[in-house]
């Protein structure tokens, strides 16, 4: 068992290391994590993890589908687990994006159910449409015929 198992930050204190600028922190299931040497390691680029620094970042951590290796790989950037009291609360934000830090500001929707279930949609009408417009056992090759 390690340091970091033993440790409990509340959300204050996660705060004030989220305030330190040379630091990137985030929350992945109620774990606290200092990912700052692993930024540019990151396969999917730096900016990724810079969004989501100060924040919750356990929907997009899963959304993205990480490896058993990744999983294992992010237990030695483990600070410390969030206070019991703490992670009761849904989704904190950590870092007060008022100030003018704008790395905690991305849409978190970005990755949600709505980025493809409106094509789906949308191919799905436009193929209704298509059935409707092309009646079975008509060559829609040629031009209608008038009555």
Same mark, same amino acid.
């Given at each position: 068992?390690?340091?970091?198992?033993n440790?409990?930050l509340t959300?204050s204190?996660?705060r004030?290391?989220? +305030?330190?600028k040379n630091k990137c922190?985030i929350?992945i /299931? $109620?774990?606290?994590? #200092?990912?700052?040497r692993?930024l540019e *390691?990151?396969?999917?680029?730096e900016?990724?993890?810079?969004?989501?620094?100060?924040?919750?970042?356990?929907?997009?951590?899963?959304d993205?589908?990480?490896?058993?290796?990744?999983?294992?790989q992010?237990?030695?950037?483990?600070?410390?687990?969030?206070d019991?009291? +703490?992670a009761k609360?849904?989704?904190?934000t950590?870092? /007060? $994006?008022s100030?003018g #830090?704008?790395r905690?500001s991305?849409? *978190?929707?970005?990755?949600?159910?709505?980025?493809w279930?409106i094509?789906?949609?949308?191919?799905?009408?436009a193929?209704?449409?298509?059935?409707?417009?092309?009646?079975?056992?008509?060559d829609?090759?040629?031009?209608?015929?008038?009555?």
């Open positions: 068992m390690s340091s970091a198992d440790k409990v959300l204190e996660v004030e290391l989220a +305030d330190d922190i929350i /299931d $109620n774990n606290v994590y #200092d990912i700052t692993f *390691e990151h396969p999917g680029g900016e990724v993890l810079k969004e989501q620094h100060g924040r919750d970042a356990t929907n997009a951590f899963e993205v589908g990480h490896s058993s290796d990744a999983r294992e992010m237990k030695a950037y483990k600070i410390a687990k969030l019991s009291n +703490d609360r849904s989704r904190p950590v870092v /007060d $994006n100030k #830090d704008t905690g991305s849409d *978190e929707s970005g990755s949600s159910w709505t980025k279930i094509p789906l949609v949308i191919a799905v009408a193929a209704a449409i298509f059935k409707l417009l092309s009646k079975s056992g008509q829609i090759s040629q031009p209608p015929t008038a009555i």
